[in-house]
């Protein structure tokens, strides 16, 4: 109906494409955000784009590897996220912050 | 319709990401993430994995999620963040990297057949409307088993380190939460040192 | 073989006095005079005997076989470096062992009377010793280091020997100007050294071959490095022997007691250069260039050091400057390839300056501290054997046949004369003249004529001396004791030198075919220009001798009423201006210290300021403020914030990823 056509595939490289854009979102914003907390949701997503790319690939070889890894990667991520968020915690503690610029004490 | 699908999930996982770097409460960022991580799971519907989906929902898009959640709220910081400029250039070179980053895996992506020599054997996708949960689980506690038990270890080491990092300092607990806030010096370090 | 066996005993020799300045310094307060003077002399004269059962030995051995080189142990191993422990004995080291051995028992024996109640009478005794022990490792070693090593000793012996009475600013000052004068000197030495090594590899005398036997490595030197080695060596020689310009310690140095001038400054460690040019005598025989600066500068020195002796008043100093000239004299010889005849002339130098200089010490003794010989003059009576004695050294040092002084004086010259060095020969004669008549005039002033000391407050007249001698107290003589001679220990060494002096001579008589030369014959040196014909060399001799003879009955002439009234001197009145010349050395010490007081403290100033300071330390400093303002403009990477350092990462990841994109893709 439309001028434009809907592709009737959705080959692997469109995935492919949208894991590199969420990678790249996240990666600038845990460079630019300085709350800590939303630094670690900014790692969160790059890791979503790292594993929504296992999956595609696994898709497109073949092969049920490429989701094992992503099975993986889900748990460590949430070993990571418990142990990050309780030495936020920590850290909160003793400086009543969790503004990442005031944890400046190597400041040469 | 399979397109439809896509682009709504392509859409939403975007605007949940930029939700997520630009949002000036904490809690508004955690909330974009949620909406992130659903997306995600749908993508991975898509392209029939099922159990990874499941998954994805039930520790990420709700565990990690309220986790992040409960840790924002008790520590009261859902409170704007001051923008600062003292160095304006990290914003700049992030972006400009960011774009950098973008046209480069594009670049890799497009160009070239990254697949080279022969498939593995470990595990063909079975058809996909039988779901792949027979398949995943059989290579994940055959072929992958050891690594399975390693992140059963990682998981306790994880939640023990967790709690140790998190704890206040045994007996000094009730004397340090009067003058916590207050935080003298040397009580502060000693929590410090038995923590660490 | 029992000689080798004896031989290698030779250690023995620098051993006893070395044992006793040990023995003196540790426990010389408890030993006390006098016995502490009798230890030291023993230990010197163990030290005789010793050398004289040494050359015993030797001499049975046959001529080509007469050098020994005792059993030692490895010094410095380092590479192909290689410095032994040895002694070796060989003519001239034993010649020398024995005259120093012989007249420094002499002289210690002397010491006795005449350091009486010094506070410091063991510790004078341990020095003595301590000097003998270096001297004599200086003469016994086996290679120039060892050399160097006692080389270096006599020095340090010298320096503390001069500036004894410490509490005396000049005896300081003159301890200290002796010592860096010698450092100059002993520049070169090493220089020679370094160069001696590099050329033939080893340090070692064995490498200098014997005469006759030259070994190719010294034969196929290129002549340049010869003609180095010499002149280094010289310099060296120059700075211990007092010869110009480096001779400007020596006169200073009377300082120091008067046993110390005799035994060091007349009779051993002056006479250190000429063993280390005859030792090393082969260079000098490749090299005649260098050999003619030798002989001039020897010449030189002979003539200006006796023309400064004549309007010299203090006793010791002209006694100095007769040594800086006797000195020229054998630097002479040696400039003209006689080496045995320099050898000859300083053993009967050690004699007669010995013989002088302990005399005058017996004057000064007898005069109660006097040194200024305008104010003595007929003490012939009061100290008869002092006279005596120091009258044999005279005619001994003036050339007088038979004294020893003549015989060794006049092979000098005849050794000059036919070498066809005719200059040189004339020099040497005008200088013997000049010799004879000062030491006339010293005589005439301190043992005849009218009693000057007698006299009330002699004014000085016509110009000092440039360093008068501190103890002079104008009016002592009249209200204090009269002179008087001399306790046995002070006379019994004058009267057994003046033998010397009288017989010495006798050893190295120039009679070839009758085979008399027995000193040139037992030294067995390179053979030097022999005289044309017997005639040619008795005509020579009569010359000298009646040079000799001139310049004493000039002196005579002159002196014979003592000084003129009012105390002046009439060589200084003839003079006139040129006297003040004289009087100040030809202005040579002065000069010398106004150049280095001037120019090259100005330029060590520029050096340590604007050189080191400035360039040197400010490159370094200015290496240091870069790094510091390098890294102070590079510590603003570290801004604390974990942000920027993330931001640091994504930037090199960035770039592999782009350096990889575009691999792969083009």
Not at chain 3, 40 to 62: C, D, E, H, K, P
Not at chain 3, 340 to 363: E, N, R
Not at chain 3, 564 to 571: I, K, L, S
Request: proline fraction near 3%.
């Amino acid at each position: 109906m439309s001028a434009l056509s809907y592709p009737d595939h959705i080959t692997a490289t469109y995935y492919l494409i949208l894991g590199a854009m969420l990678f790249t979102i996240g990666a600038v914003g845990l460079l630019i955000r300085k709350n800590t907390l939303v630094m670690f949701m900014c790692i969160e997503l790059m890791l979503n784009a790292a594993n929504l790319t296992f999956v595609s690939y696994s898709k497109a070889l073949n092969d049920i590897s490429g989701q094992v890894i992503v099975f993986f990667t889900l748990v460590v991520a949430a070993a990571e996220v418990a142990v990050g968020l309780a030495i936020i915690i920590a850290i909160f503690r003793r400086r009543q912050s969790v503004n990442a610029d005031d944890v400046d004490l190597l400041k040469g | 319709m399979e397109a439809v699908v896509f682009f709504v999930s392509a859409a939403a996982v975007l605007i949940g990401a930029l939700g997520v770097i630009s949002g000036r409460n904490p809690v508004h960022s955690a909330l974009f993430l949620l909406l992130t991580l659903a997306s995600v799971a749908v993508l991975y519907l898509q392209q029939h994995a099922a159990l990874v989906a499941a998954i994805q929902i039930v520790v990420y898009a709700s565990a990690i999620v309220v986790l992040f959640l409960f840790v924002i709220t008790l520590l009261g910081v859902d409170k704007h963040e001051p923008r600062d400029d003292a160095h304006p250039i990290q914003r700049v070179t992030a972006i400009v990297l960011g774009v950098l980053v973008l046209v480069g895996i594009l670049v890799l992506v497009h160009g070239n057949r990254w697949v080279t020599g022969a498939h593995s054997s470990r595990g063909v996708l079975g058809a996909p409307a039988s779901g792949n949960v027979e398949t995943l689980s059989k290579s994940l506690f055959t072929d992958f088993v050891w690594a399975f038990e390693m992140t059963a270890v990682l998981l306790v080491i994880a939640v023990v380190g967790s709690v140790v990092l998190a704890r206040r300092s045994g007996h000094r607990a009730q004397v340090a939460s009067d003058g916590d806030d207050a935080s003298s010096e040397s009580t502060g370090s000693e929590s410090e040192r038995s923590t660490a | 073989m029992h000689a080798r066996n004896l031989l290698d005993l030779a250690w023995l020799i620098p051993a006893f006095p070395a044992f006793g300045a040990v023995l003196l310094l540790v426990f010389g307060k408890r030993i006390g005079e006098p016995r502490a003077g009798w230890i030291g002399t023993a230990m010197i004269a163990l030290s005789f005997v010793a050398s004289v059962i040494a050359f015993l030995a030797l001499r049975s051995l046959s001529p080509d076989l007469r050098s020994n080189v005792s059993q030692g142990f490895t010094w410095i191993q380092a590479g192909t470096f290689r410095v032994d422990m040895r002694f070796l004995v060989d003519p001239l080291s034993s010649t020398m062992t024995l005259f120093v051995t012989g007249v420094g028992t002499l002289i210690h024996l002397y010491a006795i009377g005449y350091m009486h109640g010094d506070s410091r009478f063991s510790r004078f005794f341990a020095y003595l010793n301590l000097f003998a022990a270096s001297m004599l490792v200086l003469v016994l070693g086996s290679s120039f280091l060892m050399t160097f090593m006692g080389w270096e000793g006599v020095g340090l012996c010298s320096y503390l020997l001069i500036s004894f009475w410490f509490e005396r600013n000049s005896a300081a000052v003159a301890g200290k100007k002796a010592f860096v004068t010698n450092r100059v000197g002993d520049f070169g030495f090493m220089l020679a050294m370094f160069l001696i090594f590099q050329r033939l590899g080893t340090l070692d005398y064995s490498a200098l071959g014997s005469t006759g036997h030259v070994p190719s490595t010294i034969a196929s030197l290129p002549h340049s490095s010869v003609t180095a080695i010499a002149l280094l060596l010289f310099l060296g020689a120059m700075g211990k022997s007092a010869q110009v310009p480096l001779h400007i310690w020596l006169p200073d140095a009377m300082e120091g007691p008067t046993p110390v001038s005799a035994l060091i400054h007349a009779a051993t460690m002056v006479t250190a250069g000429v063993f280390l040019l005859v030792r090393a005598h082969v260079f000098f025989d490749f090299a005649p260039h260098a050999g003619t600066v030798v002989a001039w500068v020897g010449a030189i020195t002979a003539l200006y050091a006796a023309s400064v002796a004549l309007v010299q008043n203090d006793i010791k100093r002209v006694l100095a400057y007769s040594t800086i000239s006797q000195l020229g004299y054998m630097f002479l010889a040696i400039g003209v390839g006689a080496y045995s005849a320099a050898i000859f002339h300083m053993v009967t130098h050690a004699f007669f300056k010995a013989l002088l200089f302990l005399g005058a010490g017996s004057v000064i003794h007898g005069m109660h501290d006097e040194q200024d010989m305008r104010r003595m003059g007929g003490l012939k009576k009061y100290m008869p054997i002092t006279a005596g004695t120091f009258i044999v050294g005279w005619l001994a040092i003036s050339g007088i046949i038979p004294f020893a002084g003549f015989w060794s004086k006049d092979e000098i010259l005849a050794k000059a004369w036919f070498s066809h060095n005719y200059a040189l020969w004339a020099v040497g004669a005008g200088a013997a003249l000049i010799t004879a008549f000062y030491m006339t005039r010293q005589v005439w002033l301190v043992f005849y004529g009218p009693e000057r000391f007698r006299d009330d407050a002699v004014l000085v007249q016509g110009g000092g001396d440039a360093h008068e001698a501190d103890e002079v107290h104008p009016g002592e003589v009249h209200g204090g004791a009269e002179p008087h001679e001399s306790p046995w220990t002070m006379y019994f060494p004058l009267v057994a030198l003046a033998l010397l002096s009288v017989v010495g001579g006798f050893i190295d008589l120039p009679f070839t075919n009758h085979k008399i030369n027995v000193l040139d014959r037992w030294l067995d040196l390179p053979e030097s220009h022999q005289a044309t014909s017997f005639g040619a060399g008795l005509i020579l001799s009569t010359v000298a001798l009646t040079i000799g003879v001139i310049g004493i009955v000039w002196g005579v002439s002159i002196y014979r009423r003592g000084l003129r009234r009012g105390g002046v001197d009439p060589t200084v009145e003839r003079l006139g201006g040129f006297a003040g010349v004289l009087q100040n050395a030809w202005y040579l010490d002065i000069g010398l210290a106004h150049f280095v007081g001037g120019p090259v403290t100005s330029f060590a100033r520029f050096l340590s300021e604007g050189v080191d300071r400035a360039g040197i330390d400010g490159a370094v400093n200015g290496i240091a403020t870069a790094a510091r303002g390098g890294s102070g403009g590079l510590r603003r990477l570290q801004t604390g914030l974990v942000r920027n350092y993330a931001l640091g990462i994504a930037l090199g990841t960035v770039l592999l990823l782009l350096y990889v994109a575009t691999r792969v893709t083009f």
